[in-house]
């Protein structure tokens, strides 16, 4: 099956340091999110990227589908910022609607 | 527009018991998917409903079922549960097919003792 690897599994910051997470899969996807998962469980949509760039507000994201990984850069982090950050990806050729996800990076950002 | 909710927030059974699991997806969202996400781990794939029909299934065991309503919402059943079973159980809404957004729900946290 496919494999999704994201890096550096743990990342602990300075409050306002900037830091670029990464996601590499192992076969073309037509479906890639970034979540953004809180102490509660919670997976909240940060971006949904297949290909190119987007940016909301201090966090900004690309997928170059041709090389197959996607980055997902965080500026100033904030405490708040904290938590595990997972990316995603469907549309795999002969697996359905499966989507695969990532072992996640856990991003710490300290005061 | 109403988000994806689950029902109960947590569970504890012992092994061998049944469970049912309650998801109701987002409005103008036809299609839910399960998945389960143990301690430390990304979220893996139960399966996926679309219009009542079982639509795609990962690599868990039949003791896992679903059901989906005309109203689109969604239980997950699993029968005879194991320690392992023990998890956070994420439902997720999206329009069909591959190429749509997946929204989550707060997920069920279930303890097997």
């Known amino acids: 099956g496919i494999q999704v690897e994201q890096s550096p599994p743990d990342l602990i910051l300075q409050e306002g340091a900037n830091s670029t997470l990464r996601c590499n899969f192992s076969d073309s996807v037509n479906n890639l999110q970034w979540f953004h998962q809180n102490p509660w469980g919670q997976l909240i949509n940060l971006f949904y990227i297949p290909s190119g760039t987007k940016q909301n507000g201090r966090l900004s994201a690309t997928t170059v589908a041709t090389e197959r990984y996607s980055l997902l850069y965080i500026s100033s982090s904030q405490t708040t910022d904290s938590g595990v950050y997972f990316c995603a990806v469907g549309g795999i050729r002969n697996t359905g609607n499966q989507f695969y996800f990532g072992t996640g990076t856990s991003l710490t950002v300290i005061p | 527009e109403t988000g994806v909710t689950q029902s109960p927030t947590h569970l504890i059974k012992t092994r061998g018991q049944q469970v049912t699991l309650r998801c109701s997806s987002q409005?103008?969202?036809?299609?839910v998917s399960w998945y389960q996400q143990a301690l430390g781990q990304g979220p893996q794939f139960i399966f996926q409903?679309?219009?009542?029909?079982?639509?795609g299934r990962g690599n868990f065991p039949p003791r896992f079922s679903g059901l989906q309503f005309p109203n689109y919402s969604s239980e997950l059943n699993v029968n005879a549960l194991e320690l392992d079973d023990s998890a956070l159980y994420l439902c997720?809404?999206?329009?069909?097919?591959?190429?749509?957004?997946?929204?989550f729900g707060p997920g069920t946290r279930l303890t097997v003792l």
């Open positions: 409005s103008g969202h036809n299609t």
């Open positions: 997720a809404s999206s329009g069909r097919g591959s190429k749509n957004t997946q929204y």
């Open positions: 409903y679309y219009r009542e029909e079982e639509n």
